[in-house]
């Protein structure tokens, strides 16, 4: 089966495992190299190269991300050769994209400018006017693509071809003017797309971020993230609501990390997207009763639940506890549910309560 | 689930049935995906040529409702080839014989005329099955929204328990749940047949211990469940109705009945986060806050319990439905303790149900999602079932016969009506339809129709049809497709202004209770395209009420 060996990072002997890359390796001692095409659940690219290590015996350093470890392979990543590569090669893309982290961040994290103020850059370049392009008229409502970010480090077209498999999106055109596009360069909602967001989340660099997260303007660092279970389908995907606390709103959803949560990472539509219904002007607000006109009218809590209480204490003494039913929700909580079947079992004395458990 | 999400992608075969995983659980069927780009090899049984039959090695495009002949048949090549697992079936079963003797019945050639599915196929898929050694198989509503429904997992698990592809990792018979919580509310008994942790009530015992916990003697009376409570409303042994986070207008089969039967009641609260449809019959209507707005847990399909918690505040007066269910208590005179929230709730129904006694709020928050059971304090989180050997001593196989759908077409409703989900929209669609690009990428309700049916009526792609059934009449778009077979026309029941629930039967599962929204006969006529715009299309449900 897999045969290991050793390797040698920085001085420190490692087990290695065949086939496993040298990124893979470091990661799990804990020793950082850092990467920006590189994403856990897709194939390496080997296309930014800031994760260029020295490998001894070899003249040319490696893609750390690309390159399988061999035993007896002698690695270092922290030597004055690397740190120039990562300086250099953080100016360049940097150079191709916006270079003011202000304006590239509304609200689109950028790993690209995290990395280029953690390991700095190679003093002021140029901006390389690239001519990248958009696509004409995309009117999808949720992925807006600025082609001036993009450093073409294929991230988006790779989770769409391997994790999401629908292919909607690929890299056109050659050099500078490498860019995103569709078939035909139909809009997006004319392809297999179908809206899940990932490319969005793996950009690093805001390339590809959310309308409507853009549209609110904050950037992602000023929002709280809090961690919570979707309330759609059955998978259980965690979802991070990206909270403004001093508006008191969910600007947008993001999925934890992959390798962390039952959901790796990814999202659907549904989870990523269809949140705008928390904040819609058609929710509830207060509790209504039905008055002698027949017409439901607002009431206070107070009168409300004493409305409940009347109601469904009448029907008990005049037609016993079984006549009531209690239809209890699998969007609410467990908790929730608990008390439902309490208030039946133990407020009434009936077992006439369920959900709708088959949809 | 008897297995965990995470080991979908290590499977080497994966026969999926009656699941249209890619819209109803994306991220299932991304696993799913991943698994073929490893090699696995897939079979997908369903009427329709869903999405993932593009990358199945089999698609066994069955008529809709014959599913216990096609599983029989699998059955029989099993049984015939020498295919069981007799080491295992022997140690870990019950019954073995009679199902076999069942399936001997159900030979392959004649499956193939009532499925529709060609006999090599059945063959072939029944051997890959059988012979591979991390094989699950994945289920959903295509299975259970039958009158067949229990005999349609029973068909399934009969499979199971032959080839032993249980209690190992990536094999196993996974029902894959449709919402959030669905799993989360039967672990909690909103069930008359179950208390909290699958405790039966109909056991004295059982209820003695909650009636001492809660200080209130059990009741010895049945509940009912949805389906005989929703016929209970019609014919007045029902009088009041509590009704929480459900759209039942929209969700419940034959609703044109059900309506007449909300009107009939003395008493109705409806509790929701928007006025949904069935609030049009409500005394009282009590707005509730939404799963952003609260604290508490829910259990996915693979029995994981994950913390929900609250990120803003609700709007207006809306409240938790929890703090509303604690005052109603209150209210009609059930003393309470002083909770000072949903984690104490919790750590009530663990101390009472052994299953969860080891899960807490505050073990999920340090060790994330806890997959049930946990039965202690120091009891790790169960990946998956059956590990050492079939829970509850030994497997029970049951031998099941074939039973026709309650509705069967005739010349005057000659297509078979089925219905379901899309990606877009979920359940009532009172969340995704607030959704702007949502309602973009699919804005109004669609029946399918298969090319050569649409051409025989003389439908055009785009064109206004009305879908008929013996119980109501439904106005909305024809999307021609070959998605569907040939005399087999499906819907999906988000759409509140073309109620497709007003054409499915009300006809339950002899077990369960769940009513038949994969079959019923139906015919598309077609409109007076110049009169029927867009304006009339929301009209459709009062005729039908009526009808
Ligand atoms: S949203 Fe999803 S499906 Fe659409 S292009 Fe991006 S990755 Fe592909
Ligand atoms: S849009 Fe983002 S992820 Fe895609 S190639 Fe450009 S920089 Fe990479
Ligand atoms: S991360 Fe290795 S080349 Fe981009």
Redesign the pocket.
């Known amino acids: 089966m897999t045969e290991s060996g050793f390797v040698i990072i920085d001085g420190n002997e490692l087990t290695c495992e065949e086939g496993e890359t040298i990124l893979q390796a470091a990661r799990r001692a804990e020793i950082e190299i850092p990467t920006l095409c590189h994403d856990d659940r897709l194939t390496p690219a080997g296309a930014c190269r800031i994760c260029l290590v020295e490998i001894e015996g070899s003249n040319l350093m490696q893609p750390a991300c690309a390159t399988r470890v061999s035993p007896g392979m002698v690695v270092r990543t922290v030597t004055p050769r690397v740190d120039r590569n990562r300086q250099f090669i953080l100016s360049l893309h940097l150079a191709d994209t916006i270079q003011d982290r202000n304006l590239a961040e509304d609200n689109s994290p950028s790993r690209l400018h995290d990395l280029a103020e953690r390991y700095g850059t190679s003093g002021q370049w140029t901006p390389v006017s690239s001519p990248r392009q958009g696509r004409p008229s995309d009117d999808n409502p949720?992925?807006q693509f600025r082609p001036d970010r993009c450093i073409a480090c294929s991230l988006?077209t790779r989770?769409?071809d391997q994790?999401?498999a629908?292919?909607?999106?690929t890299l056109a055109f050659k050099g500078a003017r490498t860019t995103i596009s569709?078939a035909d360069e139909r809009p997006?909602t004319d392809?297999?797309?179908?809206?899940?967001?990932?490319?969005?989340d793996v950009c690093p660099t805001g390339a590809?971020t959310e309308k409507a997260a853009l549209a609110w303007g904050k950037p992602e660092r000023e929002l709280e993230k809090v961690r919570t279970t979707c309330n759609f389908c059955g998978v259980g995907c965690q979802l991070d609501l990206n909270v403004d606390r001093s508006a008191n709103r969910v600007v947008k959803v993001t999925s934890p990390p992959s390798g962390t949560t039952v959901n790796d990472g990814n999202l659907c539509?549904k989870g990523r997207f269809a949140n705008d219904f928390i904040h819609h002007s058609d929710r509830l607000q207060e509790p209504l009763i039905r008055n002698e006109a027949g017409e439901l009218v607002p009431a206070t809590w107070d009168e409300a639940l004493e409305r409940v209480s009347e109601g469904l204490l009448g029907v008990a003494e005049e037609h016993g506890s079984d006549a009531l039913a209690f239809i209890s929700s699998s969007r609410c909580t467990g908790e929730e549910n608990y008390l439902m079947q309490k208030l039946a079992r133990a407020g009434f004395r009936t077992h006439n309560v369920h959900q709708c458990a088959a949809t | 689930m008897t297995n965990s999400i995470p080991e979908i992608r290590e499977a080497d075969f994966l026969f999926v049935i009656g699941s249209n995983t890619t819209e109803a659980h994306p991220i299932i069927a991304m696993e799913m995906k991943r698994a073929v780009q490893r090699g696995a090899r897939l079979a997908v049984a369903d009427p329709r040529a869903i999405w993932l039959t593009e990358i199945a090695d089999w698609h066994l495009q069955l008529k809709p409702g014959s599913d216990v002949w096609l599983l029989n048949a699998m059955a029989h090549v099993i049984v015939t080839e020498g295919l069981e697992n007799r080491q295992w079936l022997e140690a870990n079963t019950e019954n073995f014989d009679a199902v076999r003797e069942t399936v001997l019945r159900y030979s392959p050639e004649e499956a193939e005329t009532v499925t529709g599915v060609p006999a090599q196929a059945i063959r072939e898929v029944a051997r890959a099955y059988a012979s591979t050694e991390k094989a699950g198989i994945y289920y959903t509503l295509g299975i259970t929204e039958h009158t067949c429904g229990t005999d349609n997992v029973y068909a399934l698990s009969n499979l199971v328990l032959m080839t032993g592809h249980l209690g190992l990792r990536s094999s196993g018979l996974n029902p894959l749940r449709g919402q959030n919580n669905v799993q989360g509310a039967n672990d909690s008994g909103a069930s008359p047949v179950f208390y909290p942790g699958y405790q039966r009530a109909a056991d004295p015992e059982v209820r003695e211990k909650f009636g001492a916990a809660w200080g209130v003697e059990q009741s010895d009376t049945t509940g009912l469940n949805l389906n005989e409570m929703m016929k209970a409303m019609g014919d007045g042994r029902l009088r009041g109705l509590y009704l929480m986070g459900e759209d039942i207008v929209i969700s419940e089969p034959n609703v044109g009945r059900v309506e007449k039967a909300l009107n009939e009641l003395d008493f109705v609260v409806v509790q929701d986060i928007f006025f949904n449809e069935s609030c049009r019959f409500a005394d009282v209507v009590l707005p509730a806050a939404c799963f952003a707005e609260k604290d508490g847990v829910f259990t996915n399909s693979d029995r994981r319990v994950q913390l929900v918690n609250r990120a803003v505040e609700a709007p207006g007066q809306a409240r938790p439905d929890w703090e509303i269910l604690l005052d109603v208590m209150k209210r009609v005179g059930l003393k309470q303790p002083e909770y000072s929230g949903p984690s104490e709730i919790y750590s009530e129904m663990a101390s009472l149900a052994p299953k969860f006694a080891g899960i807490s709020h505050r073990r999920i928050g340090r060790e994330g999602g806890l997959q049930w059971p946990v039965t202690s304090e120091d009891d790790s989180s169960t990946e998956y079932l059956h590990k050492d050997g079939v829970l509850r001593g030994k497997g029970l196989f049951q031998p099941v016969e074939y039973s026709p759908p309650f509705e069967e077409t005739d010349p005057e409703y000659p297509l078979i009506l089925s219905t379901g989900r899309t990606l877009y929209h979920y359940n009532a669609a009172t969340q995704t339809r607030r959704s702007e690009g949502l309602t973009t990428k699919q804005p109004e309700a669609f029946v399918e129709i298969h090319p050569s049916n649409a051409r025989k009526l003389g439908v055009q792609d785009g064109q206004l049809v009305d879908v008929v059934s013996r119980r109501g009449r439904v106005r909305c778009r024809a999307m021609i497709s070959r998605q569907v077979r040939r005399q087999a026309i499906w819907m999906p029941f988000h759409f509140p202004e073309a109620r497709t629930n007003y054409l499915t039967t009300d006809a339950g599962d002899k077990v369960t209770g769940t009513g038949e929204y994969k079959v019923c006969a139906a015919r598309i006529e077609t409109v007076d395209q110049a009169a029927a715009t867009q304006a009339s299309f929301p009209g459709s449900y009062a005729a039908a009420v009526e009808g």
């Open positions: 949720y992925n988006c989770y769409c994790v999401e629908v292919s909607a999106i569709t997006l392809t297999t797309c179908e809206l899940c967001g990932g490319c969005i590809m539509v």
